[in-house]
């Protein structure tokens, strides 16, 4: 059973940065997600890397702001989230599923979550 813990997550200001982490067990090498659910909303993707970190994307909420990697050798996965915005605030899951790349959250492993706040 994979097991991802976050961590990173807090109160920042708008136009603050913040760095999310994401460690998993046992070492393995699963392609590697982060996911973002508001108050009263749906659960979204944010971002997508590929088991070795060689591909990369980015759904619209932190397009051209945020940065997904990883590094296999710590097990941890990374968020970097730049120029933070008041609608950014949301509770924030990494995930992990068996696979090269990320097609889809079926048969996923879920973190906790971590709370995200920006405000002024």
């Known amino acids: 059973q994979l097991q991802l813990v976050e961590s990173g997550g807090g109160l920042v200001q708008p136009g603050e940065s913040l760095r999310l982490s994401c460690t998993w067990s046992p070492s393995t090498v699963f392609a590697m997600s982060w996911y973002r659910q508001a108050p009263g909303t749906e659960r979204v993707l944010v971002a997508t890397?590929?088991?070795?970190?060689?591909?990369?994307s980015y759904a619209g909420p932190g397009k051209g702001r945020f940065t997904i990697s990883r590094d296999n050798d710590r097990s941890t996965l990374y968020l970097q989230m730049n120029n933070l915005k008041e609608e950014d605030t949301a509770v924030y899951y990494c995930?992990?599923?068996?696979?090269?790349?990320?097609?889809?959250?079926?048969?996923?492993?879920w973190g906790q979550g971590i709370q995200v706040t920006v405000s002024a």
């Open positions: 890397i590929g088991a070795f970190g060689d591909t990369t």
């Open positions: 995930a992990a599923r068996p696979g090269g790349m990320w097609s889809s959250d079926k048969n996923a492993y």
